[in-house]
């Protein structure tokens, strides 16, 4: 399935919608404002809370963790030392862990499991430069992998706005 988000959206206390390809609204994402870190409710668009987002403080690295019916799902974490490329570390409880890993800042990656490509973030499919599409591969997790695309975006533009 593909979903389409909008660039730089992610930050501290922002609101939006994720689109379907079709350009339908399928899941709202409603940031916490007065929260210590930040925190996202990630819903359906009835109001279904499907999983929490929330940063982890005093980590030496970006680190967020996803919760799904009050029960831990992930921690998303950048990892600090990667030559040539970045790299993001989606710990799952059990044996599916995922990485992402590509040009973040650019939003062309991909999330892996076990080397094997499961889901795929790209401007190209877009004319619009602020646009960018999340393909996930049939059988996934597309809550999970669409969380993960949001903290990654969180974790890279606050970052790249500490170094402006």
Avoid at 7 to 18: A, E, K, N, V, Y
Wanted: no cysteine.
């Amino acid at each position: 399935m593909r979903y389409v988000m909008r660039q730089r959206l992610f930050s501290f206390g922002d609101d939006f919608h994720i689109k379907n390809e079709h350009g339908q609204d399928v899941f709202f994402v409603d940031g916490k404002v007065f929260s210590l870190g930040d925190k996202l409710s990630f819903q359906d668009m009835v109001g279904n809370e499907l999983a929490v987002v929330q940063q982890k403080l005093l980590a030496f690295s970006p680190t967020y963790e996803i919760y799904r019916g009050g029960q831990h799902a992930a921690t998303v974490q950048q990892s600090l030392f990667t030559l040539f490329r970045a790299h993001f570390a989606i710990d799952v409880p059990g044996p599916d862990d995922l990485e992402a890993q590509g040009d973040f800042l650019d939003h062309e990656y991909s999330f892996l499991r076990g080397g094997q490509t499961v889901a795929t973030v790209s401007k190209r499919w877009f004319s619009m430069s602020d646009t960018y599409g999340v393909d996930i591969a049939p059988g996934e997790d597309d809550v999970l992998i669409l969380a993960s695309t949001v903290v990654i975006d969180m974790a890279v533009h606050n970052q790249s706005k500490r170094h402006e």
